[in-house]
């Protein structure tokens, strides 16, 4: 919480400040982030070039874990914004990284259920009842770890017909239909717009998940990618994921 | 283990141009040093332990039970198509054989959404399966439904060429000799075009034992039920890269025996 | 079964009009690429003909007009509206031998020659005793477990012949079923033909005369797509009225115009002969006689013959125990020693010399 | 449109089995059918600002372009290949045929890593790759590296199956009548095998069209230059799952019209 | 160009020894499945022998001894240590003509012919024109747009010998050319080949005796896969020492051994002749003489001839203007006349006499 918030402050200052010194900046950056970022990122991309005219910012979406490991293999990036600590872990452990990973946004579960909500879900607990149709990630991913926590704080013992391998996958089978409920994060839901319905439920707060970003080491372009990560904490790039329904770090 | 080989004894082989060798030795490097960089990154000690842990082994349970099972729905399905592709004429044949093509080319994940949206709860097919009191979702026949669409064009097409290439002059002397079209079919058809079906069915079967994307998305992943050795492996990618690896060369070495016995047991017959 | 046939493929230039009655035995008899596969194959229900009419006794197998038909349309008769009636091969009950062997290669010999039983439904176990039989009858027993791979050229097509004739067909096609053969299985092949042709419905193409002899009732010529000549085998071969039955006959034939008992050619050419029936003044006609008959002479003789041809000796070749002289048109037999006496080569000058008591003329 | 059928006019097709029928039509609704459910639900109104954005349009340009380089590497490596499997004998060669066949069953994530540890910096040959001065990884090379080293054995396999079935009775007469090995390959095999070419090709290109997992891994995601339509599919699948069917939807009608082209053309020659 | 071969195929019981001289043709004549064709395979390099040697002049183009040899290993010689010499069929110079036509189905008949000369480097359009004139040599020019499927069995045949003449080859080996040829091309053909063979160093396997008298310089005889004869054609065909030598020369031929001049056999037969050669007493002999000196009798008649052979009846064919009778072993002709008079049918005993004088008997 600390390093974050402190994080946050140097970025807003420096934000105002990039318009000032923005002569320095030029040239290409690289952006590895995590597939879920696509539309925060793209957007705070294309804001970016605009602040730093003759700036250009690529990215390279895929899973965290495939991000980290195209890095150890020496891909040529950037800055590298992970969807948890662990894989954003795996990076600092080589260090790979220019310094500490700063968090930039959390996420907490939501209960998506398929419009109409035809199995009456209003409660964790509604999930545990037999007969109904739950999707969550697998335990090997970041939403199922979270889930699986939740369910611990919960004490709700979910009996899931699929235990999926993204957060995607999950919510491709609530809004067919074809499971009653899932549980994937609040910017999911905010992101499928009409075609499921979030249901918060209390017990959703034992799992936070945190997104750190960092600039790179072998970056060619360190001054960029430092001002990117800061683009990102800062004002203007907290409020296009604030919109997409991330909460503070 | 030397192939048993159809050419006649003391029929020399008439040479090959000597530089097809190039290109051939470099493809089958390209293909073989990849194999042999994962070989050499394999950490020996903990891989034995992992490929017996119990997800594992039900993993490649279910992936041979449902690969096979597709393979067999893929020629029970695949033969007559290709037979109706290769040996009729009719109007709109060429959009037939376009349409059979597609889930080549479909990505597999969007393979996936296409069969929810038919025979998913609220798919085109899904009341119809539900008044039969069928369920299909998030169980293994989903998963053979989703490997059985994906494999399927690959037998077709390449049955298809096969039959082509072989010609019709065999099925001509078989009706003459009076032999209805089913017995041309068993007796003289198949017998001839069994190189191009076993290549076909040993595509599919990869093909089937491969598939990932159509799998996740319209059976899910559920040890036991539905998460296949792929799903298997991408699931420990996430946590350990090596040890999808490590998973990935069982694989491999499983298909690889299945694919020889088959071959044996044709060339045996 | 009788057979009737018109096929045409204007493609080809194949007009062919065929027909077998039953138990009989007719022999297409014509120069490469005549027609006679055509006609084969279209009967076998291997190739639909443009138009035409195939009929096995009262069977329909092809027919091309709409013209409605009122026979029984049994479950195998796809009728196309518009297409006329069509039998599918397998439905015909036509045996094909076709020019080249063509056994399965995936079956042993035995198990070709048991395919037609089996197809007919006789179970495994008969269907090869019966394969084994025929086998027998070629002379193929031998080689009843190898793969057709391992067979040469003549047993693989005497294993075909014992493929075609185990099916027991209505009606037989055979085309050139002997050509493969040496000169010690063919005439045991012949034989066989001659014994199991006896009362079968059968079509035989063949390039030699022996085959049309032993085994056929009747002949038909083919020339460029068209019947020139079709008549029981005695009377064709005996008195032919196309070029080609003629040469395959041995005969020497002049084609004209019949001036009393004369034939006289457009380019001049006149021959005497007797003629048994009353020809048409100017009617088109022909002058028949044997090689044989012909005298061969370096100048024209002052002799009796009334018949005196010149022409230049394109080819010399043994024929029995004489030696046959060709020049374009006409051939003659002599003996070796005449030969050496005239000093014949290729090129030569001579003159040929017929009786007219040797000459057969009768209308074209 | 109607194909150019080889088949001689008046020449009636034999008559297949009525059954044929049956499972043919079966297997070809379950092709058809989720592309039309597919088709269902396609949102129309946006259909077309969607496929023309920037990113779609870039996606699509890459995966033509890599897709056809990848399929012409198929074929100048497959086809020796096939070659050398079908019409020699060696020591080994069962080995070496199913070392081929390996990609087909390797899930296409963990031959993504595997050409990582081959080619990726720190790979077998990333030094190597280094003194040369080059950069395959996250490069277009490497995507079309991923897409031949998944196609190649769809071809090579299929084509040495229509190599078999064809035989070589006629690559006899040509090396009797004095050509020399690489005239027979040009002048008769080839031409023989065309059949089983093109539909080896098409198997190639369609895989190297719709392939996903090895080029994410290897090649990575980078717009314009390596995220090719299966990619910009993938991506959008997590915001919007119909975008992605849409597109797929492009995709699906670029390959049957790249196919249905080179088969014209082929039959017109 | 001189071939020397000696080929073993201890699987098909195959084992031959041929040579053939410079510029001679030699032709190969034998029951179906002697090894013909096996033979051909081998010297055309399609088939590798189990053991053997085979040379053209001094190039070895296969030997499978590990005995060294010094003739110059040019670049196509590849030699396998300890399995011998072996030249792949392209680089032999020896062009096959096959039992089947056998046309590359993808290529018009014109570039089917110009295949040979392309692969030998000339340029496209000279070996079109070279096409050209050979199938005009074989009255084909009509079909050089076609496809080969387009065509007829004997339409193919022509193309094909025009395909392996077209290439020029050291040694040109010919399986059955003429055997799907009608009667009229079939001549002409045999003419071709006579213009063409005179110069080249060729091996012709045939069962027509025509093509031997009139193509070969040699003749060898090939039984199980051996060879039991061998020599010019003349003293093959008129002094046969094997069955089917005079079986296909049309002699009746009688194997024993000598006493004196005459030929007994294990069954008891015993034919008188003259012997022009002093035969060792016990020695291998043949005993050959012509069926149209054999009489025909009902009854053994009381005259001069010394030879009376007793038989049955197995089959009357008609042979030129006489009817040949045979019994197992022998054959006679006689006129129609005879045979009414006889009133002979398959079946019938009889008498059949030849006069010593009319016997030949030489060594075996
Ligand atoms: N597929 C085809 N397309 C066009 N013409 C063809 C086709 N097949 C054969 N022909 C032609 O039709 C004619 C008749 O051919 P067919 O095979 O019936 O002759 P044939 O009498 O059997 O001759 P042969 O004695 O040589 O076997 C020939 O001139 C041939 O060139
Ligand atoms: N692949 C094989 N394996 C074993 N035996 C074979 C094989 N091919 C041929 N034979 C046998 O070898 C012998 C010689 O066959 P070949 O083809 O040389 O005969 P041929 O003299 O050409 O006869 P034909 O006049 O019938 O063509 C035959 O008995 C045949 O059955
Ligand atoms: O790194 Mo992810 O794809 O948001 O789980
Ligand atoms: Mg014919
Ligand atoms: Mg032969």
Same mark, same amino acid.
């Given at each position: 919480g600390d390093g974050t918030s402190s994080g946050s402050s140097t970025s807003s200052s420096s934000g105002t400040s990039a318009s000032g010194t923005s002569a320095a900046l030029s040239g290409q950056i690289t952006v590895f982030a995590a597939a879920s970022l696509k539309k925060t990122f793209t957007a705070i991309g294309a804001e970016f070039e605009k602040a730093h005219p003759g700036t250009t910012v690529t990215f390279n979406f895929a899973g965290s874990s495939d991000l980290v490991s195209q890095i150890q293999q020496g891909a040529p990036a950037d800055v590298f914004a992970s969807a948890d600590a662990k894989n954003m872990a795996k990076a600092t452990t080589a260090s790979l990284t220019a310094g500490q990973p700063v968090n930039f946004a959390s996420n907490t579960l939501e209960i998506a259920v398929p419009p109409g909500n035809p199995a009456k879900i209003t409660s964790l607990a509604d999930l545990a009842k037999p007969g109904i149709k739950v999707v969550v990630c697998a335990p090997a991913v970041p939403c199922g770890s979270a889930a699986a926590t939740v369910e611990r704080a919960a004490k709700v013992d979910v009996k899931p017909v699929s235990e999926e391998q993204s957060v995607t996958d999950v919510l491709g089978k609530v809004a067919s239909g074809e499971a009653d409920a899932g549980l994937v994060y609040v910017t999911d839901v905010k992101g499928a717009g009409d075609k499921v319905k979030g249901i918060e439920f209390a017990e959703s707060s034992s799992a936070v998940n945190t997104y750190p970003i960092a600039a790179l080491k072998r970056s060619t372009n360190g001054s960029l990618a430092q001002a990117f990560v800061q683009a990102v904490t800062g004002q203007a790039g907290q409020g296009i994921l604030a919109a997409a329904g991330f909460a503070k770090p | 283990m030397p192939l048993v080989h159809p050419m006649p004894r003391g029929r020399p082989p008439l040479g090959l141009p000597a530089w097809v060798f190039v290109p051939a030795a470099v493809g089958a490097m390209f293909v073989v040093l990849p194999l042999v960089a994962m070989l050499t990154r394999i950490e020996w000690g903990s891989f034995g332990s992992l490929i017996t842990s119990d997800s594992s082994r039900a993993a490649l349970a279910l992936s041979l039970r449902t690969s096979l099972a597709s393979t067999v729905l893929c020629i029970v399905f695949g033969v007559p198509m290709a037979l109706v592709l290769a040996r009729t004429e009719f109007r709109g044949q060429s959009i037939a054989r376009s349409l059979v093509l597609l889930p080549l080319v479909l990505p597999p994940v969007v393979g996936g959404i296409a069969l929810l949206y038919t025979f998913g709860r609220r798919g085109l097919l899904g009341h119809t399966i539900e008044v039969l009191g069928l369920q299909i979702a998030f169980s293994t026949t989903a998963v053979v439904m989703a490997q059985t669409f994906v494999a399927l064009p690959f037998l077709v097409v390449s049955l298809e060429g096969a039959l082509r290439t072989g010609g019709q002059r065999f099925e001509e002397v078989a009706a003459t000799l009076g032999a209805r079209p089913t017995t041309v079919f068993l007796r003289v058809t198949l017998p001839l075009v069994l190189p191009g079906l076993a290549s076909g069915a040993v595509l599919a079967f990869a093909r089937a034992l491969g598939e990932f994307g159509a799998t996740i998305t319209f059976a899910g992943s559920l040890q036991g039920v539905t998460r296949t050795l792929p799903l298997e492996i991408y699931l420990q990618r996430e946590t350990d890269p090596q040890a999808a690896v490590a998973l990935s060369l069982v694989l491999v070495v499983v298909a690889t025996v299945v694919i020889a016995l088959t071959r044996r047991s044709r060339t045996a017959l | 079964m009788k057979l009737d046939a018109r096929v045409r493929f204007p493609q080809r230039g194949v007009d062919l009009t065929l027909a077998v009655e039953a138990g009989r035995t007719l022999a297409l008899l014509g /120069?490469? %690429?005549?027609g006679k596969s055509t006609a084969l194959a279209s009967i076998a229900g291997l190739l639909r003909p443009d138009t035409g009419r195939i009929t096995l006794d009262d069977r329909i197998?092809? $027919?091309?007009? =709409?013209?409605?038909? =009122?026979? =029984? $349309? %049994? $479950? @195998?008769?796809a009728t196309r509206p518009g297409q006329g009636e069509w039998v599918p091969p397998h439905a015909r009950g036509v045996a094909l031998l076709a020019q080249e062997p063509r056994l399965f290669p995936h079956l042993s010999v035995l198990d070709n020659v048991a395919f037609g039983p089996r197809s007919a439904g006789m179970p495994r176990g008969a269907a090869r005793e019966r394969a084994r039989e025929w086998l027998g009858q070629v002379d193929a027993?031998? @080689?009843? =477990?190898?793969? /057709?791979?391992?067979?040469s050229g003549g047993q693989a097509q005497r294993v075909a012949i014992a493929r075609a004739l185990a099916t027991e067909p209505h009606l037989l096609l055979l085309d050139e079923p002997l050509s493969a053969l040496d000169v010690e299985s063919a005439p045991a092949i012949r034989q066989l033909l001659r014994r199991v042709l006896r009362d079968r419905t059968t079509i035989l193409v063949t390039h030699d005369i022996l085959d049309a002899v032993l085994l056929a009732d009747d002949v038909a010529v083919v020339e460029d797509g068209r019947v020139v000549e079709q008549g029981p085998t005695s009377r064709v071969l005996t008195r032919p009225t196309s070029g080609f039955a003629a040469r395959i006959a041995g005969l020497n034939l002049v084609r004209g115009t019949a001036h009393g008992a004369a034939v006289s050619t457009p380019e001049g050419l006149r021959i005497e002969g007797l003629s048994d029936d009353t020809l048409g003044e100017g009617a088109p006609a022909v002058a028949v006689f044997s090689p044989s008959a012909v005298g061969v002479y370096l100048q024209a003789p002052? %002799?009796?013959?009334r018949n005196v041809v010149r022409g230049t000796v394109t080819d010399l070749e043994p024929h029995g125990h004489q030696v046959r002289v060709h020049t374009a048109y006409l051939a003659a037999d002599i003996t070796p020693a005449a030969l050496s006496e005239l000093h014949l080569a290729p090129g030569s000058e001579v003159v040929f010399t017929v009786k007219a008591s040797e000459v057969a003329v009768y209308a074209a």
């Open positions: - | - | /120069p490469n %690429g005549a197998l092809y $027919s091309h007009s =709409d013209a409605h038909s =009122d026979t =029984d $349309s %049994g $479950s @195998f008769v027993e031998a @080689f009843a =477990d190898r793969r /057709p791979a391992a067979l002052a %002799g009796s013959p």
